[in-house]
């Protein structure tokens, strides 16, 4: 299951770019760190808020900026639709 979510979360994330890193010129893997953690709390969750929520915080963490949850709500909800339904 993890190998399975840590592909859909860098689809997901990598489309989002968040930081515009990739736009930028950055490596495909620029956001490894951040999608590993994702991952993780992705095969914990129970619903696309808790995914969201787990979004949030990573990126807080890691860029040190706020992002808004209805960006992090809709990577979320792909994530979510593409692995459990």
């Known amino acids: 299951m ?11 994330i ?8 990739l736009e930028g010129g ?21 619903d696309e808020i808790e995914i969201a929520e787990a979004i949030e915080d990573t990126f807080v963490h890691y860029f040190g900026r706020e ?6 709500y809709e990577v979320a909800n792909k994530i979510w639709r593409d692995l459990y339904e």
Do not use: G, M
Request: aromatic content about 8%.
């Open 2 to 12: 993890l190998q399975l979510a840590l592909k859909i979360v860098t689809e997901h």
């Open 14 to 21: 990598n489309e989002w770019d968040p930081e515009r890193l």
């Open 26 to 46: 950055a490596p495909d893997d620029e956001y490894e760190v951040e999608i590993e953690e994702i991952a993780k709390a992705v095969v914990d969750s129970r």
């Open 67 to 72: 992002y808004s949850f209805d960006d992090c």
